[in-house]
C-alpha cells in the first residue's frame, strides 16, 4: 500500500491549488481515504475525507466553502481542491486511508502519504 501526495508549492492569498493523492496497492472502494494538514507549531488536523464508494464527502468547518474533494477512479487518485486559500492555511498536507470509515481523526488510518508544503503567502 502507497499513497503519494504531491501538488503542493507556493499560492498567493485568494489563489487556488489542487492536490493529488495517488493510491497503490489498494483499491479505492476498499478504504475511506483522508485529507489532514499539519501548520507550523500546530497539531495535525483533518481536512476532509471520502467514502470508499466515493459517494460522499466530508469537509471540516474550517475549509467549508473553500476546500472540496473528489476522486479519479481511472487514475486511483483523489485529489483536495483549495480555493481562496489564506496565510493559515499553510501547512503541509496528507493523505491517509486504510479505514472503511471517512472519520477526520488521524488515529485509525493506518497508511499514510509523505505530505505536501503548501505555502499561502504575497
Known amino acids: 500500500v502507497q499513497l503519494q501526495a504531491s501538488g503542493g508549492g507556493l499560492v498567493q492569498p485568494g489563489g487556488s491549488l489542487r492536490l493529488s493523492c495517488a493510491a497503490s496497492?489498494?483499491?479505492?472502494?476498499?478504504?475511506?481515504i483522508a485529507w489532514f494538514r499539519r501548520a507550523p507549531g500546530k497539531e495535525r488536523e483533518g481536512v476532509g475525507s471520502i467514502t470508499r464508494g466515493g459517494g460522499r464527502t466530508f469537509i471540516a468547518d474550517s475549509v467549508k466553502d473553500r476546500f472540496t474533494i473528489s476522486r479519479d477512479n481511472a487514475k486511483t487518485t483523489v485529489y483536495l481542491q483549495m480555493s481562496s486559500l489564506k496565510p493559515d492555511d499553510t501547512a503541509v498536507y496528507y493523505c491517509a486511508s486504510g479505514f472503511p470509515i471517512p472519520t477526520l481523526k488521524e488515529g485509525p488510518y493506518p497508511y499514510w502519504g509523505q505530505g505536501t508544503l503548501v505555502t499561502v503567502s504575497s
Open positions: 496497492g489498494f483499491s479505492l472502494d476498499d478504504y475511506a
